[in-house]
């Protein structure tokens, strides 16, 4: 037992020294390159997402049931373009009977306004008269605005991608309605190790490859974040890929390779 108990000690012994002189011959070797000059973990690749340039999820702003939605999911939509369409034949009435009572005020207003020039009324039945016409007015701006909430415009040009809500559905204040991401170019986010910044820079071209398409794309780097991540060490980078690729959707993913400087 004894000898045996000795020979695993020599082993143990002999793979710690071999550790050792690996240990140390990785640290010549990276001294060697010198500062700035990292091939190795530059060209290792980098897990990078593609995602829409701008997005935004359209909630209800009014309690009232849906009419109408502007396309299906995936449908292309223009800005300006009718997202939601709710049914508001009470609101449209209540800016009739608001704009009626505004012309009413106005009519009493011009009145009293003559009967005060014939001294059969006073300064006081004008005023009353005027502030009447304010308050119609403000009535009648109220009713437009809440009217105005029965359609709910695209911000922007893109395409539906989720749709929480159907026609003829009741929805309350909040409740989200449509989701939809802009049209055209993607961004590339990347998290980087922090180190890549002593030479990473914005206009830095590389590589990606599309785990969906299984194609190659150039890209460049747009953004660099101004704070590292302290538990990782690394630092979030995004990019944008060099021309116009229909294939490219907002969600895929793959990877990214940088050619760090010699």
């Known amino acids: 037992m004894s000898g045996l108990g000795s020979r695993a000690a020599r082993r143990v012994g002999a793979l710690a020294l071999a550790a050792a002189a690996m240990t140390a011959a990785w640290s010549s070797a990276l001294a060697q390159q010198g500062p700035g000059s990292e091939p190795t973990a530059a060209s290792a690749p980098i897990r990078v997402l593609l995602i829409p340039a701008r ?10 049931r849906v009419d109408r939605l502007g396309g299906d ?37 011009e009145t ?9 009324a006073g300064e006081t039945e004008v005023q009353l008269a005027a ?8 009535q009648l701006d109220l009713a437009k605005h809440q009217a105005a909430q029965c359609r709910i415009d695209a911000p922007f040009a893109g395409r539906i991608v989720k749709l929480h809500v159907k026609p003829f559905q009741s929805v309350s204040v909040g409740q989200p309605l449509v989701e939809m991401v802009a049209a055209g170019p993607l961004k590339l986010r990347l998290n980087a190790p922090s180190r890549w910044l002593a030479w990473i820079r914005p206009g830095t071209a590389f590589r990606i490859q599309v785990d969906e398409t299984g194609r190659a794309y150039a890209a460049t780097v747009t953004a660099i974040n101004g704070r590292v991540d302290a538990a990782s060490q690394s630092v979030e980078v995004e990019g944008a890929v060099k021309g116009a690729f229909p294939e490219l959707l907002a969600g895929m993913s793959g990877t990214a390779v940088f050619e760090a400087p010699r």
């Open 55 to 64: 997005e935004t999820t359209v909630v209800s702003q009014m309690v009232g």
């Open 73 to 109: 999911l995936g449908a292309t939509v223009k800005a300006g373009a009718p997202l939601v369409v709710f049914d508001c034949g009470e609101l449209r009435a209540r800016e009739g009977i608001a704009d009626a009572e505004l012309d009413a005020a106005r009519q009493q207003l």
């Open 112 to 120: 009293k306004t003559q009967l005060k020039s014939l001294n059969a």
């Open 131 to 138: 502030t009447a016409v304010n308050r119609a007015r403000a």
